[in-house]
């Protein structure tokens, strides 16, 4: 009696550790609760003039910059014109626009205008990334429609 | 024989009452009885008349002893008064004669003092300004040699038929400055700040080949101000953590939700469509903090869609559709102002499935460097205390009633409140 049950017991607890490991736990750890832009965990490279072309809106403004613009918006053109749109903290919320010519310095670094300080110009996707003394701004590439 | 008795005994009677009637009758003219008023009066000698005088002049000495020991006691009063006041006046004299001493010795303190910080203050102030005429003597003489030599390098260029020299480090803003418009430079639109008015002065002297004219003594040596790296002329930036001002949650970046162990494994649902605002002013927490956040039931996800829909039922989300937080409450636990952050317990009181229970939230709050709050935290709780019996399936795998509640939210500033 005694074997017999240690017997089903024994298949009883193989069965049910081989069903739940069937289902794997999904707790979030507490760091991860917090939302992050997809743009966090992309792998940047350095970008160039050819990567600059069409529309792109900020996904993610961090550094000083950020308590001053909601939101940013950038049409860059093949032949080097470009214009673009901030829409900056209140109150009240307004947009700001502009438009000029884009080049590059000597050390590979995008003018925005020319009395603009550079950025650094980095690429991933359908992502840029410029970074200046400033802040950080991510641009994700959005389709005119 | 017995009435015999009877007869004598009558007889009897009758002649005792005739021999009474008789002896009275004998007696009555000798015997008289007079009653007078005030008989017992006879028994004082005394005259009530000269016993009243007697008494009122006993009275009138009392009333004379003790007119005179009344006029004695008030003179002694009179006399304890007038020496009290004197010691009190006295007294009064010699607080004001310290307090004056006292001020006087302050007073001389101070302008020891006052005159000690001025005779420093205008010893530091001589150097400094000693000092800045020194660099500026220096400056002048540098920006003359300065002009001397430029002024001989541009006589001497058309001779040699050679371009300018080129620009120095420190000369190169002015150069940018009056340089015309190049294939780089960004113009602005309606709302844009135009492009800054600062322009070389003409030269006093001949211009460089490339038509650059600077003035050596004119100011315009200080830097033109680099637009930001966006080149948008960003505001500056006002934010303050003290002040009482309204937030609003940013959805996008938010998220709610719980943690929950059950007999196979442990699984979070969470959902980011969470909305709401508060204000408060986070220097000062406690002081009238007012908001509420709502989540939509029916978005929680825990990854499952089948165990999804058992929440959602268990949740009534089709009935009750939004998990409701009012706030109540701060009690501050840490604050600091500097780095923007601060710590407490959050009273409030949560809804869900229509049933408002009181909880206390401990919370962690941070203002990043996008000006953003991000307000962090968890509790733990019974899920039965608003009426949810704890899933269970076949009486085997079933969920703990316990489960961790969080949010992750972050908030942006709307406006300022007074």
Same mark, same amino acid.
């Given at each position: 009696?005694?074997?017999?049950?240690?017997?089903?017991?024994?298949?009883?607890?193989?069965?049910?550790?081989?069903?739940?490991?069937?289902?794997?736990?999904?707790?979030?750890?507490?760091?991860?609760?917090?939302?992050?832009?997809?743009?966090?965990?992309?792998?940047?490279?350095?970008?160039?003039?050819?990567?600059?072309?069409?529309?792109?809106?900020?996904?993610?403004?961090?550094?000083? $910059?950020?308590?001053?613009?909601?939101?940013?918006?950038?049409?860059?053109?093949?032949?080097?014109?470009?214009?673009?749109?901030?829409?900056?903290?209140?109150?009240?919320?307004?947009?700001?626009?502009?438009?000029?010519?884009?080049?590059?310095?000597?050390?590979?670094? $995008?003018? $925005?205008?020319?009395?603009?300080?550079?950025?650094?110009?980095?690429?991933?996707?359908?992502?840029?990334?410029?970074?200046?003394?400033?802040?950080?701004?991510?641009?994700?590439?959005?389709?005119?429609? | 024989?017995?009435?015999?008795?009877?007869?004598?005994?009558?007889?009897?009677?009758?002649?005792?009452?005739?021999?009474?009637?008789?002896?009275?009758?004998?007696?009555?003219?000798?015997?008289?009885?007079?009653?007078?008023?005030?008989?017992?009066?006879?028994?004082?000698?005394?005259?009530?008349?000269?016993?009243?005088?007697?008494?009122?002049?006993? &009275?009138?000495?009392? &009333?004379?002893?003790?007119?005179?020991?009344?006029?004695?006691?008030?003179?002694?009063?009179?006399?304890?008064?007038?020496?009290?006041?004197?010691?009190?006046?006295?007294?009064?004299?010699?607080?004001?004669?310290?307090?004056?001493?006292?001020?006087?010795?302050?007073?001389?303190?101070?302008?020891?003092?006052?005159?000690?910080?001025?005779?420093?203050?205008?010893?530091?102030?001589?150097?400094? &300004?000693?000092?800045?005429?020194?660099?500026?003597?220096?400056?002048?003489?540098?920006?003359?040699?300065?002009?001397?030599?430029?002024?001989?390098?541009?006589?001497?260029?058309?001779?040699?038929?050679?371009?300018?020299?080129?620009?120095?480090?420190?000369?190169?803003?002015?150069?940018?400055?009056?340089?015309?418009?190049?294939?780089?430079?960004?113009?602005?639109?309606?709302?844009?700040?135009?492009?800054?008015?600062?322009?070389?002065?003409?030269?006093?002297?001949?211009?460089?080949?490339?038509?650059?004219?600077?003035? =050596?003594?004119?100011?315009?040596?200080? =830097?033109?101000?680099?637009?930001?790296?966006?080149?948008?002329?960003?505001?500056?930036?006002?934010?303050?953590?003290?002040?009482?001002?309204?937030?609003?949650?940013?959805?996008?970046?938010?998220?709610?939700?719980?943690?929950?162990?059950?007999?196979?494994?442990?699984?979070?649902?969470?959902? %980011?469509?969470?909305?709401?605002?508060?204000?408060?002013?986070?220097?000062?927490?406690?002081?009238? =903090?007012?908001?509420?956040?709502?989540?939509?039931?029916?978005?929680?996800?825990?990854?499952?869609?089948?165990?999804?829909?058992?929440?959602?039922?268990?949740?009534?989300?089709?009935?009750?559709?939004?998990?409701?937080?009012?706030?109540?409450?701060?009690?501050?636990?840490?604050?600091?102002?500097?780095?923007?952050?601060?710590?407490?317990?959050?009273?409030?009181?949560?809804?869900?499935?229509?049933?408002?229970?009181?909880?206390?939230?401990?919370?962690?709050?941070?203002?990043?460097?996008?000006?953003? &709050?991000?307000?962090?935290?968890?509790?733990?709780?019974?899920?039965?205390?608003?009426?949810?019996?704890?899933?269970?399936?076949?009486?085997?795998?079933?969920? %703990?009633?316990?489960?961790?509640?969080?949010?992750?939210?972050?908030?942006?500033?709307?406006?300022?409140?007074?």
């Amino acid at each position: 009696m005694s074997a017999r049950f240690s017997l089903m017991f024994g298949t009883f607890l193989s069965a049910a550790s081989l069903f739940t490991s069937c289902i794997p736990s999904n707790v979030v750890a507490p760091t991860d609760r917090a939302v992050r832009v997809d743009a966090a965990n992309a792998v940047w490279s350095k970008g160039g003039a050819a990567d600059l072309s069409g529309y792109w809106s900020s996904r993610e403004l961090s550094g000083p $910059l950020a308590s001053a613009v909601r939101r940013m918006h950038y049409w860059f053109e093949a032949d080097g014109r470009f214009t673009g749109a901030a829409l900056l903290e209140g109150p009240p919320l307004a947009f700001q626009v502009l438009s000029g010519l884009w080049s590059f310095d000597a050390e590979g670094q $995008l003018l $925005l205008g020319e009395d603009a300080e550079p950025a650094r110009l980095e690429k991933s996707g359908e992502f840029l990334r410029l970074s200046g003394s400033d802040g950080v701004v991510v641009l994700e590439r959005e389709e005119l429609r | 024989m017995s009435k015999l008795l009877q007869v004598i005994g009558v007889l009897a009677i009758l002649g005792f009452t005739g021999a009474g009637f008789g002896a009275w009758m004998l007696t009555k003219e000798q015997v008289h009885i007079t009653v007078e008023e005030g008989a017992g009066d006879r028994l004082s000698s005394v005259d009530p008349t000269a016993e009243l005088a007697d008494r009122f002049t006993a &009275l009138q000495g009392d &009333l004379r002893g003790l007119g005179q020991t009344l006029g004695k006691n008030f003179e002694l009063l009179d006399t304890a008064a007038a020496e009290r006041e004197e010691e009190a006046a006295s007294a009064r004299e010699a607080d004001r004669a310290a307090t004056r001493a006292e001020l006087a010795r302050l007073e001389q303190s101070f302008a020891g003092q006052l005159a000690r910080a001025l005779d420093s203050e205008r010893e530091r102030h001589t150097a400094a &300004l000693g000092a800045l005429q020194g660099e500026l003597a220096a400056l002048r003489a540098a920006l003359a040699d300065r002009a001397a030599a430029e002024l001989a390098a541009a006589n001497a260029a058309p001779a040699e038929g050679a371009p300018s020299t080129p620009p120095t480090e420190e000369r190169a803003p002015e150069l940018a400055q009056g340089t015309p418009p190049t294939s780089g430079e960004a113009s602005q639109g309606a709302a844009a700040t135009p492009p800054s008015g600062e322009q070389a002065q003409p030269a006093p002297v001949e211009p460089t080949p490339a038509g650059e004219a600077v003035d =050596p003594a004119a100011p315009a040596s200080k =830097p033109r101000k680099k637009r930001s790296f966006v080149a948008f002329d960003l505001p500056s930036d006002s934010f303050t953590f003290e002040g009482r001002r309204s937030w609003e949650i940013v959805p996008s970046l938010s998220r709610v939700g719980f943690d929950a162990k059950s007999t196979l494994h442990d699984f979070t649902g969470a959902t %980011q469509k969470v909305a709401g605002s508060f204000t408060a002013d986070l220097s000062a927490p406690q002081v009238d =903090p007012q908001g509420a956040i709502r989540a939509e039931a029916a978005t929680l996800n825990t990854g499952l869609p089948d165990r999804d829909t058992a929440m959602y039922e268990k949740l009534e989300s089709s009935k009750h559709g939004a998990i409701t937080f009012t706030v109540l409450g701060f009690r501050s636990t840490s604050s600091d102002a500097k780095a923007m952050k601060l710590a407490g317990v959050v009273r409030g009181r949560l809804g869900i499935r229509g049933v408002e229970k009181e909880i206390e939230l401990p919370v962690r709050l941070a203002v990043d460097d996008a000006r953003r &709050l991000s307000i962090e935290g968890e509790l733990v709780a019974k899920m039965s205390l608003w009426g949810i019996e704890p899933p269970s399936q076949l009486g085997m795998i079933s969920v %703990q009633d316990e489960v961790k509640i969080w949010i992750a939210l972050r908030a942006r500033a709307t406006e300022a409140k007074q």
